[in-house]
């Protein structure tokens, strides 16, 4: 009942005050938490020592701000206290050290975007040969239908560095050349190389990682030396957003250095937003995408470009409701296609094919993302790039190309069926424009009316002239170099200086003959040249280039560009085209393998690159990866992606050997040793801290239920059903001191708790640890915090809020007791609760009951003169009363792990204040509580007795 605790308010106040220890400075506390980190890694002090020592560090970092927490009262959570607000955290850490749109919201345990990037903080406090303390502020948030409630937790995270964390360039380097070698060796598949450097590449991202903010100079040292700037932009907009998962559209847009080539990268970002969702296994199929894609024209292009967006968003709907294979792989298959599509969008784009150009691709871009994305915007990025070639396999090549020769017929005759013929003879009419005498030449231009026309046709000896081949040129005709990280026209490897328009860089050759050649309905004119089967022409150079994915090999004009292939070098003339007629039928067109000069042609490549970008916010973003390219290179980016798109167990276990460090570290500390450690450097030094010492102990417990959960979920992912032998349950751990109490065991267990959602509900072995614990202050704590509550913050009154006045009034059973305890004392009762210490009095209280103003309670120095009945209660009487209820109700208090069945601990504040008033009713019966003056004795009795009926209610 109300008027319960209020009386119960008096006796309780102990409990409800916190003692703020005075803080050290933020730098005190960081050098400190680095003179622990050292002793640890010098083995002078355990894992678990270090532990506590960081949490004592928090809890001195964040007493500085300890009275801005933000408050909640009533919600479900049931929390009185969330954290600290942006201003409160860049008041103790400075400005932040990043942004993130992602808000994670804890009762919904699930991620969100909002409209405004959230500052956050991560500071190194050490990062040393073992470990690594970071202080962090991390955004949080909890949602109560319309209303969110943003806010900060603060933590000292200890991370055991990985291999990975510790990367040496040359190690890479040589398990790179390694797998490379194996390889070329055939020891190997490009499967199995391109697996290698995927798991070299993901120790590679958790190097970048964790060397964001000191990037360049973490790049600068693993690299071995300083790059060059470069400005991009980068589109970014939110593609899909549903419940489970969100698709984001991104594009780069930048210019490769040293070229004039620019590009426009796309791709499709998947991003879970809850717990364990991941996109289905993604399996590449056999296909000749990149020959489809590059046939296609720009407009083509781009509006199946748009209708692939489409179709993402409505099979991410169906994803993000069931979880579906088929509408995984249709999603994955579509990014992938989009990538491609981007790729070739930028050649077409940059060599003018079809004049499509690069201010349309940037329109269509444009017009793409305001039709298809949300919360779309760009970013100007500052980057600095890094790159190790770890193979450049080089190849001394004799450049052998397919070339037309003609041989003028003479004058008389005529070229038919590949062979020079006389054409005199036969009845040709010189003036009827026909062909008489079927010879393929009619009037003027027949020998047989040489003497009618007086006029006959001039003919070039030599329409074609021998081409004066580049060691470019001659590149081009063989085999083209194919990297798939630079592989456009206007790319350094594919860059051709042309000095010879008979020859183009597409392996074209023009006809530049006397006659001028004729389009039919499937060809077009460029300059003086037709563009043939598979032909575009190239306005800016003025002939007629081969289309994106076909090659002229045979040297023959009048076919195009008839092969899909690279061109490889021929051999003999008979690699070449079929002797044939000119297309006047005058000369004789014959085809030979042409031997050119020596040259070095870069064959292969495999490159480790690495990369600094520095966004308009400020923020750092860090990468490393591992590119190949060229010959028996043509398929390693899908499986690439395939491997990163797969269940990848690698990952899983070096999550699990991460674990279990840890977890050996933990089970080697906790013992009988630490505690009395723990109890001799702590609680005895700060006693009256009794609420830090429970959060110590807490902070340790939960430790081993975070480690113990996560080795279980990393054993689900490897298929693991048994713990390793050297992990074993720690046995009974015990502290009993006089004012604080510890006891910790594990047990092992079995449970498909954390297989939960998976296909196969399969049991894991998991350590289950238990925990009872409290703290309270000791006699001499207890006495002079009652003293500085009463007598020295100064009076103060405590009574019902408002609305409790309200309930009171309206209960007649509660008002009916109050009359009868306020005639007991002649119509109001003042009671006067004194504690003391001998003759010393340490407390005291004044209640006022009676029917007007119901009950008050008010703090006082002096005894009031207007008094019905002092209460005089002796200090030791006092905290025996107090200490046997703390101790009863967390002695029953045990803690469980998540993964077990909970039932929730509550204080029973009723039950409190009826045990506190049937001792108060005990110590007046035994007269261990003096009554002033005694005759009130049976009044007082009578009024707590009254009270206490009102327990239960309360």
């Known amino acids: 009942m109300v008027s319960g605790k209020v009386i119960v308010l008096f006796l309780l106040v102990l409990l409800s005050c916190t003692l703020t220890a005075s803080a050290q400075s933020l730098s005190s506390e960081v050098e400190n938490i680095q003179i622990q980190a050292q002793k640890y890694e010098s083995q002078e002090i355990s894992f678990l020592q270090l532990k506590m020592l960081l949490n004592q560090a928090r809890e001195n970092i964040v007493s500085k701000i300890e009275n801005q927490r933000i408050q909640i009262s009533g919600q479900e959570e049931n929390r009185n206290e969330l954290g600290w607000s942006t201003e409160s955290i860049q008041q103790l850490l400075g400005e932040p050290t990043g942004y993130d749109e992602w808000l994670w919201f804890e009762n919904l345990r699930q991620s969100k975007r909002v409209k405004e990037k959230i500052a956050k903080w991560e500071k190194t406090i050490w990062d040393g040969q073992k470990i690594k303390i970071t202080l962090n502020a991390w955004p949080q948030a909890l949602q109560h239908e319309q209303e969110i409630i943003q806010f900060y937790w603060i933590d000292l995270d200890l991370k055991f560095k990985k291999p990975e964390d510790r990367l040496e360039k040359n190690k890479i380097i040589q398990e790179l050349d390694t797998a490379i070698q194996n390889y070329k060796n055939q020891t190997t598949d490009i499967k199995e190389f391109a697996k290698t450097t995927v798991e070299l590449e993901k120790q590679l991202q958790t190097f970048s990682e964790n060397n964001q903010k000191n990037c360049a100079a973490a790049m600068e040292n693993f690299f071995e030396f300083t790059p060059q700037e470069r400005l991009r932009t980068q589109w970014q907009g939110v593609l899909f957003e549903g419940q489970n998962f969100e698709l984001e559209l991104n594009l780069d847009e930048g210019k490769e250095p040293d070229h004039n080539y620019q590009y426009w990268n796309a791709r499709v970002d998947f991003r879970p937003t809850t717990d364990n969702f991941k996109l289905p296994e993604f399996l590449p199929q056999e296909n000749n995408l990149q020959e489809e894609i590059a046939n296609q024209q720009p407009e083509e292009l781009i509006q199946e470009l748009k209708k692939r967006l489409n179709q993402i968003k409505e099979f991410a709907k169906t994803l993000d409701i069931i979880p579906n294979a088929s509408a995984g792989q249709q999603i994955q298959e579509n990014l992938y296609w989009i990538q491609e599509a981007s790729n070739v969008l930028n050649q077409k784009a940059n060599n003018q094919e079809y004049g499509y150009t690069l201010e349309k691709l940037a329109q269509d871009w444009e017009q793409i993302f305001q039709e298809f994305t949300t919360n779309y915007e760009k970013n100007t990025i500052t980057e600095k790039r890094f790159n ?25 005759n005529v070229c038919q069926n590949a062979v020079c013929v006389s054409a005199l003879g036969g009845n040709e009419i010189c003036d009827n424009q026909q062909d008489d005498d079927l010879d393929t030449l009619n009037n003027c231009e027949d020998p047989d009316c040489f003497e009618t026309c007086r006029n006959p046709p001039e003919i070039n000896e030599n329409s074609f002239p021998e081409p004066q081949n580049s060691p470019e040129q001659e590149n081009s005709i063989s085999e083209p170099e194919s990297n798939p990280e630079n592989s456009n026209p206007g790319s350094e490897n594919n860059e051709l200086e042309n000095s010879n328009p008979e020859l183009n860089e597409n392996n074209s050759l023009q006809n530049t003959g006397n006659v001028l050649l004729q389009a039919n309905e499937n060809e077009s004119r460029c300059g003086e040249s037709v563009c043939r089967t598979n032909q575009v022409c190239n306005s800016e150079k003025g002939w007629c280039d081969c289309r994106q994915g076909f090659f002229d090999c045979d040297g023959e004009w009048l076919n195009g560009c008839e092969s899909q292939s690279s061109c490889k070098q021929c051999q003999t003339n008979q690699d070449c085209a079929q002797t044939r007629c000119s297309e006047d039928n005058r000369r004789l067109t014959e085809f030979e393998c042409k031997q050119g000069d020596s040259y070095t042609e870069n064959i292969a490549s495999v490159e480790l690159a690495g990369s600094c970008e520095i966004l308009n ?4 973003r860090a990468g490393v990866w591992i590119s190949a390219w060229g010959e028996g290179f043509e398929n390693f980016n899908e499986f690439k992606q395939e491997y990163y798109s797969q269940d990848d167990k690698s ?25 009395e450690w723990f109890y001799e450097n702590s609680v005895k030094q700060k006693v009256n801290d009794f609420e830090k010492h429970t959060r110590s102990i807490r902070a340790i417990y939960e430790s081993f239920i975070r480690v113990n959960g996560d080795l279980a979920r990393s054993m689900t992912c490897l298929n693991m059903t048994q713990l390793p032998a050297e992990i074993q349950p720690i046995s009974k751990v015990k502290l009993d001191a006089g004012n604080g109490y510890v006891e910790i065991w594990e047990e092992k267990k079995t449970t498909a708790f954390f297989a939960e959602g998976q296909q196969t509900q399969t049991s894991v072995e998991v350590i289950s640890p238990y925990a009872t614990f409290w703290f309270f202050p000791t006699r001499e704590e207890f006495k002079e915090e009652f003293k500085k509550h009463f007598f020295e913050e100064g009076p103060e009154s405590e009574g019902p ?3 409790e006045l309200k309930q009171i009034r309206n209960d007649l059973q509660v008002i009916q007791k109050i009359e009868r305890i306020s005639d007991l004392f002649g119509g109001e009762a003042k009671l006067v609760m004194e504690i003391r210490d001998g003759s010393e009095a340490i407390a005291r209280g004044v209640f006022s009951i009676d029917p007007v103003n119901l009950v008050r309670f008010d703090k006082t120095l002096d005894k009031p003169e207007d008094t ?6 002796g200090l030791d009487f006092m905290y025996g009363i107090m200490e046997g209820i703390f101790k009863e109700q967390f002695e029953n208090d045990v803690q469980k792990p998540y993964w077990e069945e909970q039932f929730e601990f509550e204080i029973d504040d009723a039950l409190i204040e009826i045990k506190i008033f049937s001792n108060l009713i005990g110590g007046l019966l035994s007269g261990q509580i003096i009554v002033e003056p005694f005759y009130q004795l049976p009044n007082t009795l009578l009024a707590l007795q009254e009270l206490m009926t009102l327990m239960p209610k309360g």
């Open 617 to 620: 916010s400020g923020e750092i």
């Open 651 to 675: 990952h899983c276990l070096k999550e699990f050997e991460s674990f279990k460090q840890e977890r050996i570290e933990l089970q080697k500390s906790l013992n009988n040793e630490l505690l």
């Open 868 to 873: 019905d009945v002092t209460l005089v209660v």
């Open 801 to 803: 809020s408002p609305d």
């Open 388 to 412: 190790v070639l770890v193979l450049d396999e080089q190849k001394e090549q004799t450049s052998a190309y397919c070339q037309a020769k003609e041989t003028d017929c003479g004058e008389n």
